[in-house]
């Protein structure tokens, strides 16, 4: 196995999904703080960003599950996907 370094990415903005066809449909809540809306342990794992604005929102979510799901920003509200 390589060992990687923690990527980066900076998701898709789309629009607000109106089916959530499989995927599930993140909505900022009460849960957490700061800018993230989801995390995990998976040290290999990317680091995600807002589309448009930038913040962090997960961290040590692996990709294949970050792929299950739309994620909307806490701070600007735009809707992201992998
Ligand atoms: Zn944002």
Known sequence: MVTKEPE???LNVVP???Q???RAVLYPGSVGRGTE???SLDKDAPDTFCGKCG???TYGLAKKRL???VMRCKTCGAFNEL
């Open 67 to 69: 792929e299950q799901y």
């Open 20 to 22: 959530a066809g499989g």
């Open 55 to 57: 913040v962090r929102l």
């Open 16 to 18: 607000e999904p109106q």
């Open 8 to 10: 980066a990415i900076r």
């Open 37 to 39: 809306i989801m995390s």
